[in-house]
């Protein structure tokens, strides 16, 4: 006689993560790291995680309707069985509560099928992925950053530009690259400049071994991007100008070459790995990234990496830039995150959830 399936328990946790020093984002500082995470546990003692971290830029009401928007998930969740839970994602309101409730969802899943959650749907996903530095804003300590990065074995590192005025911030880009030897460069401008002062930039450093450009324009057009693309030779990338052009559109017009995808932005495992298939079905590079999420948050993340696959380094080396985490981060040695080996994500936050 077949058991009955168990029915989901379900926790939150919220958290706040002092940073060691602060986060430039789009359009805010950060200092602290607020989000909630969400447990789900099948009565065997498994326990699934998901981080809920809304973006800075979304301020204190955007936290609030996602916290919200995950405590209605826990409701919703409650009770029923894990394949039901699964097969009913879409009716989850919220990116970031979605995101966060079907990671801790497959996170469950896979711990009780014994596999690592990059292999949910491959077996054949890598147990290391390639990660970007993230040395910060451009200034005069992101020189000495650059050169841990690059004495750390580095090979890419992320640098955020367009706070300054273009002609000093090629200068001072210049004197790093010359600091940093061989480290490549991402340039994230978080659409600071106009089509005119774009150009400028990159005639000014187009001698530095840059990678790429994320969000270089303040008004982006596909057309904009499209010429700027075609006049420069590594990646011009969009990340929250994908949902305002349209991911149909960028593809179709091969606008950009690069993708940056935020899981929580797009609203979870599923739905990023679909995007990033139809990316690279059309020759279009993906970097999944995040925004100094707590461990569970980032390590998701690079599960999702891992199974998405390819050659590309990832935005998800943040750990250092917390002061504290609810659990340890993923280790990483010469630019390469190693993945836990254990089921699901491999991590157990430290902080218990009240509910479970």
């Known amino acids: 006689m077949r058991a009955n399936p168990a029915r989901c328990r379900?926790?939150?946790?919220?958290?706040?993560?002092?940073?060691?020093?602060?986060?430039?984002?789009?359009?805010?500082?950060?200092?602290?790291?607020r989000g909630m995470l969400i447990g789900v546990a099948d009565g065997q003692g498994r326990i699934g995680w998901g981080d809920c971290a809304p973006l800075p830029s979304s301020g204190e009401a955007g936290h609030a309707r996602a916290f919200a928007a995950l405590e209605r998930a826990a409701v919703f969740l409650r009770g029923m069985e894990l394949d039901a839970a699964l097969a009913r994602l879409d009716e989850i309101d919220g990116a970031e509560a979605r995101w966060a409730a079907e990671t801790a969802l497959l996170?469950?899943?896979?711990?009780?099928?014994g596999v690592a959650l990059r292999r949910w749907r491959d077996g054949a996903a890598a147990d290391d992925i390639a990660v970007n530095a993230v040395l910060g804003p451009l200034d005069e300590a992101c020189l000495s950053r650059a050169e841990t990065a690059r004495d750390n074995n580095f090979v890419f590192a992320k640098i955020k530009v367009g706070i300054g005025g273009v002609a000093d911030e090629a200068r001072l880009l210049r004197r790093l690259a010359e600091r940093a030897g061989?480290?490549?460069?991402?340039?994230?401008?978080?659409?600071?400049?106009?089509?005119r002062e774009a150009r400028a930039f990159f005639a000014a450093v187009a001698d530095l071994p840059i990678d790429g450009v994320e969000e270089p324009l303040a008004h982006p057009t596909l057309a904009g991007l499209r010429r700027l693309q075609g006049e420069v030779p590594f990646a011009i990338a969009v990340d929250e100008s994908l949902s305002e052009l349209g991911a149909d559109r960028i593809f179709s017009e091969r606008a950009v070459r690069r993708l940056v995808l935020k899981p929580a932005r797009i609203g979870g495992f599923a739905a990023t790995a679909r995007l990033a298939e139809q990316a690279s079905a059309v020759g279009i590079e993906v970097v999944i990234t995040s925004v100094v999420e707590s461990a569970i948050g980032v390590g998701a993340a690079a599960q999702l990496a891992a199974a998405i696959g390819g050659a590309q380094a990832h935005g998800l080396a943040t750990g250092a830039w917390l002061a504290e985490d609810v659990a340890p981060p993923p280790l990483i040695r010469s630019g390469r995150m190693l993945l836990p080996d254990g089921p699901g994500l491999g991590i157990v936050p430290g902080a218990s959830c009240d509910q479970l």
């Open 10 to 33: 379900v926790g939150l946790q919220p958290y706040a993560l002092p940073l060691k020093r602060s986060w430039r984002a789009a359009s805010a500082t950060l200092v602290l790291r």
């Open 182 to 195: 061989s480290l490549r460069l991402r340039l994230d401008a978080n659409r600071a400049w106009s089509e």
């Open 107 to 113: 996170d469950l899943s896979c711990r009780a099928r």
